[in-house]
């Protein structure tokens, strides 16, 4: 699917014409999604596809129910906005933007059928949960409990990354089907950016605003000024707590580095180094010293193409070594 924004522009005023292949390329999208089990992407499109898109809910709901075969997923979507709309006392029908608790809830319990209780997770209970589940599911159906589990319960976050999603990943990137379904890529996407954002922990772990033309000395006194050096020691000691991340970090890397390059160029920031960064970090928290350093020379030129962040890379180079205790 081309990006919502280059749907958007055809749909300010459609011919006849130009609004099918729009609604019907938006519609694939969605069954692709559903079939994969990302239902918090339907849910997210669907409720909001005039933002998104241009494309009125009621028409595309209804094609993708009828065309698509979709009934089940539209059913559920229409009961989720009738909670919605009772819980707030919102009348008028239109686009709605479901909060994520009450959105996230609603797969495990009215999607997938598990009540779980959200505010004590185990790791048992995740594995409990994706019991029986397609592997081409299994991202998409414990996206809403990484979320809900991302900021208070860290030991079950990671969980759900080593022993499930990355697993998972790696698997249907071998066989083809990331490169198959634009949905399994944009929620390995979404992965990718949540554990970005736990290793930096909201802080200075990722420099991205360095200018290009920065000396190598002003470099040197920014990472300084910052404490950069003491956040990327602490970005390994949170790694270290997730046991064998940083193999299938590299083996994600190694399988989908052109596809992930693609899809950061659509972001607001250019992921693409900070996740070469992780696939680091991770690497040495496991100690494997050797395979960083031979990463981040193998890798150099891919991860500083047509990016300003060339002395965010350099310095990158340069830590990396230096961690790996000579």
């Not at 075969?69 to 989720?80: F, G, Q, V, Y």
């Not at 944009?186 to 922990?201: P, R, S």
């Not at 992930?260 to 996740?275: A, E, Q, R, V």
């Not at 696939?279 to 891919?302: C, G, K, P, Q």
Request: charged letters at 30%; proline letters at 3%; glycine letters at 4%.
């Amino acid at each position: 699917m081309r990006t919502p924004g280059e749907i958007k522009r055809d749909m300010k005023y459609p011919s006849p014409e130009v609004k099918t292949r729009c609604m019907n390329e938006v519609a694939r999208y969605l069954r692709d999604a559903y079939k994969c089990g990302i239902y918090s992407e339907v849910i997210e499109k669907l409720t909001l596809s005039r933002y998104y898109f241009g494309i009125d809910s009621n028409e595309l709901t209804q094609l993708l129910s009828e065309k698509y075969k979709c009934k089940e997923i539209c059913d559920k979507i229409k009961l989720l906005k009738k909670i919605y709309m009772e819980k707030y006392e919102i009348e008028e029908d239109g686009d709605f933007k479901i909060p994520a608790d009450l959105k996230y809830k609603f797969i495990c319990e009215h999607i997938i059928g598990k009540n779980l209780d959200y505010d004590n997770l185990t790791c048992a209970d995740i594995d409990n949960f994706v019991e029986g589940i397609e592997p081409i599911k299994i991202p998409g159906v414990l996206y809403p409990l990484m979320w809900m589990t991302h900021v208070k319960n860290e030991k079950v976050f990671l969980h759900i990354y080593t022993k499930h999603v990355l697993p998972a990943f790696i698997k249907l990137s071998e066989s083809g089907d990331v490169n198959k379904y634009d949905a399994l890529s944009f929620v390995m996407c979404g992965y990718i950016e949540e554990l970005i954002i736990y290793t930096e922990n909201f802080g200075q772990v990722f420099i991205t605003s360095i200018p290009g033309n920065t000396t190598w000395n002003e470099v040197i006194v920014e990472f300084q000024k910052t404490g950069e050096f003491e956040c990327i020691r602490k970005a390994n000691e949170k790694l270290k707590k997730a046991d064998g991340i940083g193999k299938s970090l590299l083996r994600l890397y190694k399988l989908n580095k052109n596809m992930l390059k693609s899809k950061y160029k659509t972001y607001i920031t250019n992921y693409f180094p900070m996740f070469a960064a992780l696939v680091i970090f991770a690497l040495l928290a496991e100690e494997r010293n050797e395979e960083a350093v031979e990463f981040m020379i193998d890798n150099y030129s891919d991860i500083s193409e047509d990016n300003y962040q060339c002395a965010y890379v350099l310095i990158l180079l340069f830590q990396t070594i230096l961690l790996c205790d000579n």
